[in-house]
């Protein structure tokens, strides 16, 4: 029986690795998101510095792994066989769960799974051996098994951290760029020096001094002098780093807020790794310290089973062995590097803080609406109450700068560095400070939430994206708390399933979660792997209508190839009544649509970005548009009413009709595939032999409209064969309308004698 919980133990070291990546996947967008969306520094220094910081955060984490052991349940009143299945639930339910979260690309938080995870299985545990107990303890009793008063001040604490870090990274801003403004780049050189002496200051004082007093590694004088000297450590600090930086800014000409990321981002890097390690391999060590326990003749005197077995030693202080977090911390650094998944979570967070307009993966709803009517409200009643002159100020110090029509949109950073500093200086203090305290708060909570206040102080959720923000904010939030009623849920039936099932059910849920993580990884490359290939619309910037007629080109080929798919597919689809490949059409027909829609609602920032003279390009990007999105809704409409024939289980359509469809679909097919390789070739003199062969097509179309109306004077028995097919046609034939208004308005407004500006390639 002992050799089971060897091979136990094997599975759980084995866990505890999977886990860290798929936890740093999540986790990276807690230290990167604000370094990568101020564009401050290449990315490559940026992952150069985290990786030493994480590295540093692995080794000042010892105290935190006491969570994991004692923190959540009272670990003498469970029996080393018991401890076992609640580290094993524990463990095998934050994998598949984070790894889920990580597959939709959402950002969650892993210190609310590990805690609500070792709740849901400890009280799992604890219900059966109560109602297994002879002694008369009832279901009250359950307070004697759970850390009632641990165990609510970490959950307070994490829900706490949401107002808390959203409320001063609010502030913090507001003063911040009050002081500094958007053009805090020719502000006068103490203002920056200020700025950094505190920020600097901040995260230091907490980091190094808060946070990695804790590890191992430092000496017990070294710590006894941090302790009693705290004001005058500030003090000193912040006199020599304001100095320093005035000294960088003036002799060196060095930009210091860069300095201030680089800085803030190993010192989120640090805290994240000193207060998340426990998230990814505290049960793990928790269940290793247990086993040395049990095997132990010197603890174990008796000898007794694992199920007589006491484990009372865990609510001891323990400190984990340095290798084991040397081993993890290199786990987590190789992971950051080389994890796809990690980029994914990363645009969400960025996205939701940008300074200019993106594309809002949320849609507004009740909550988010009323909650942007009450802040607006509430806004201008506290405006009113200002002087003239103050809001004056204010606006001036809120008013962006300039943007050069130069820099194209898309080179444009998410918020400037001001932002940055202010977002890694505030969530590495208060992750430190909680660490500090032994209390494992929610990096991801602390980073999105302070994130989210930093953006509204900033003025960047306008009334154009505010409902947006809102919004997605709200999803967030409601996938945290999500999170944790499934992590308290699952666990607690892993649990019972090992409970009852003994090591039937642990090889089971093994084989289980190796198939999950397998299939997840494969469907998530297959994604990535479609999404390189995929032909994917681009935004025109070019300021001429020769250029905007070069560089949308390659859109016009994209439309036409993708759309011949999408018409061919709908064919098929009737053809064999498959209702799969017509389901997977939709699909398609739907993303393409949403890119065209997001070519027009970029026609604001390209227009703004044109030259005076070149109002012609604006005409004819806004015609181009107009047509493709004529082009869609025929496709559309096309896909959606052959999925809805075949979803009904409506009658086939006859031999006739389908060979018909297939005759039209090849005559399509000829032109889509002409028309593509005029435009990818961007011969645009071939448009006019297209043009010629206008009429030809146009009678195929015609001449099947007849034919039907005949068959359905004298044969047709089918009302919904008869309305598919017609309706086929007709849309087919504004498709075609369509498509040679497109050609036409290229054919008439290239010019093959101006030189179009050149697109530099990204």
Known sequence: MENMYSYMLIALA???????????????????????????????????????????????????????????????EFMFDEIMIIFMAVMITDILLLDFFNTLGLPTSTTVSIVFELLGA?????????????????????????????AIEIILGILLSVVVAFSIGAIIQFFSRLLLSFDFINKPKFYGAIFSGFATTSILYFILIKGIKNAAFMSGDLKELIVNNNAALLAVSFVVFTLLSLAIISFFKTNIYKIIIVIGTFALAVAFAGNDLVNFIGPTT?????????SNPEVNTLGLKASEFSMESLGQKIYTPTYILLVA??????TLWFSSKAKAVVKTSVDLSRQDDVNERFEPNFLSRNIVRLSIGLSESFNNLLPESTKTYINKQFQHTRIPASIKTKDLPAFDMVRASVNLMVASVLISIA????????????????????????????????????????????????????AFSAAAIMALLLY??????????????????????????????????????QKAESSSTQGVIM?????????????????????????????KLLKKNKNQIEKLSNEIEDLRDNIYYFIKNLEDPSVNASNFYISILSYLQDMTQSLTYISNASYKHVNN?????????????KDLDTHLEHLFNTTKTAFDSSSFEQIGVILNEKNKIFNVVTDKIQKQVERTRSEESSPKNTTLYFSLLLETKDLLKATMSLLEEYYNAHDGSVEPAKISES
């Open 435 to 486: 660490t500090s305290l032994k209390l494992p708060l929610s990096t991801t909570y602390v980073t999105f939430m302070v994130a989210m206040g930093t953006s509204l102080a900033d003025r960047a959720w306008g009334s154009e994206s505010a409902v947006y923000r809102v919004a997605g904010v709200l999803n967030v939030i409601g996938g945290w708390f999500f999170t944790a009623f499934s």
């Open 500 to 537: 009852y099932g003994g090591v039937y059910a642990l090889v089971a849920l093994l084989i289980f979660t190796v198939v999950v993580l397998i299939k997840n990884y494969l469907t998530h490359r297959k994604q990535s792997i479609e999404q390189k290939e995929e032909d994917k619309l």
């Open 329 to 334: 911390g290199l786990i987590m650094v190789l």
């Open 14 to 76: 084995i866990l505890a690795i999977a886990d860290l990546v798929v936890g740093v996947s999540n986790d990276a967008v807690n230290f990167l998101n604000s370094a990568i969306g101020s564009k401050a520094v290449s990315f490559k220094t940026l992952m150069i510095v985290a990786s030493i910081g994480i590295a540093f955060g692995a080794m000042s984490s010892s105290g935190m792994m006491e969570i994991a052991r004692k923190g959540i349940f009272v670990p003498g």
């Open 122 to 150: 400890s009280v799992c545990i604890a219900i059966l051996k109560i109602n297994a107990d002879n002694s008369g303890q009832t279901i009250l009793d359950l307070g004697n098994y759970i850390n009632n008063e641990k």
């Open 286 to 294: 928790g269940a290793y310290q247990a086993f040395l326990d049990f």
């Open 551 to 579: 560089e949308s080109a390659t859109n016009i080929a994209n439309v036409i190839k993708r759309g011949n798919k999408i018409y061919t597919g709908a064919v098929n689809g009737l053809a064999t009544h498959n209702l």
């Open 649 to 661: 289980n409506h009658k086939k359509l006859k031999f006739t009709q389908i060979k018909e469809l």
